[in-house]
């Protein structure tokens, strides 16, 4: 039975890697040679040429929300996918006080 694998990406080569999951090894990018990020294995990467979706991704990323599968629902849970909606959850954050990570995996804005 083969290890399972989980995701990583290298944000400048907007790349996405599957690879074993090893807390001890750091990794790197094959093209450019810069850390990847795990990202956990129920990430779906966008494709190299949509940038907006990768600078939403490295949003994310920088946050600190990642991508692991939840036991219960079977997945990340919500995860915003436009620039817009990371203001719109940013604006909110800044009005209540809510921290930043928290207002983005926040379904839906009250």
């Not at 807390?23 to 810069?34: F, H, T």
Request: net charge positive.
């Amino acid at each position: 039975m083969s290890p399972v694998k989980t995701a990583y990406v290298c944000l400048p080569c907007r790349a996405s890697y599957k690879q074993p999951y090893d807390r001890s090894r750091a990794r790197a990018c094959p093209r450019c040679a810069e850390p990847l990020i795990h990202v956990g294995s129920a990430f779906a990467a966008p494709k190299r040429r949509d940038i907006a979706a990768w600078r939403t991704l490295s949003v994310l990323l920088h946050a600190g929300i990642r991508f692991h599968k939840n036991c219960c629902f079977g997945g990340p849970g919500y995860r915003p996918r436009t620039l817009r909606e990371i203001r719109e959850r940013m604006a909110y954050a800044e009005t209540t006080g809510e921290p930043f990570a928290h207002a983005l995996v926040r379904r839906e804005l009250p």
